[in-house]
């Protein structure tokens, strides 16, 4: 299974098999067994996304969906802070600290992780934003696999697996660092297909043709222009 489902089925069935043996044993029990679940389920998430397994996609993958990543939380990250607020249960009762803010405390410890990574703050910041996110949960959402993994890896702020440390553009000729072409890629316009420019190309022609089946006038101008 590739595409949305697959990323649902590994969300919200694969991610969370373990909690309740996370919650019920110590770090200790359940240690050898999360390590192996999780070299198991990011290597399912980097087969989907087509992305090599690095630090820096294990970190922005297990972030919730709100703080920019896809929500698939290892299950060695969560060990401890599971077993720790099913303990405090037991002993202090409503007084307890939860799981759910024990593990906030540990995504922000794990943005912070990020800050090591050249551009992972303005990828974050660019996920968080509203609207950004819906995708990833809505089962309405289609795209073929191919698509879907370029989705996934836009959000990741990943290069595709195996790719070349510089990367010279089929558009421009101009040699990138592979993270750099990233971002240089959508809206370079001398790639053909569908990027930055053809997209807005598209939309201003649509514009055109509205007003003028409208009978409206208008003044056409670059955005450079407006400055």
């Not at 405390?105 to 794990?110: A, I, L, R, S, V």
């Amino acid at each position: 299974i590739r595409g949305p489902q697959a990323l649902a089925l590994l969300s919200s069935c694969a991610a969370p098999k373990l909690d309740y043996a996370l919650r019920t044993h110590p770090v200790e029990v359940t240690l050898g067994i999360a390590k192996e679940f999780d070299a198991r389920m990011y290597a399912c998430l980097h087969q989907l996304a087509d992305v090599d397994d690095t630090e820096y996609v294990r970190l922005i993958s297990h972030l919730p969906a709100r703080e920019g990543g896809l929500g698939i939380t290892g299950s060695v990250a969560k060990a401890p802070h599971a077993y720790k607020a099913s303990a405090s249960a037991v002993q202090l009762g409503k007084e307890a600290p939860s799981q759910a803010a024990l593990m906030k405390q540990h995504y922000g410890e794990t943005v912070a992780a990020l800050q090591a990574f050249e551009g992972a703050s303005e990828l974050l910041a660019r996920n968080k934003k509203a609207g950004t996110s819906s995708w990833l949960n809505d089962p309405s959402f289609s795209a073929n696999a191919d698509v879907f993994s370029a989705l996934l890896r836009t959000r990741l702020g990943a290069p595709v697996a195996k790719c070349p440390s510089q990367v010279v553009c089929p558009g421009c000729s101009a040699t990138f660092g592979k993270f750099a072409f990233m971002s240089h890629a959508p809206g370079c316009v001398q790639i053909r297909g569908s990027n930055a420019s053809t997209c807005h190309a598209t939309l201003k022609n649509a514009f055109k043709r509205l007003l003028d089946h409208a009978g409206l006038r208008y003044e056409s101008a670059e955005p450079r222009e407006l400055l």
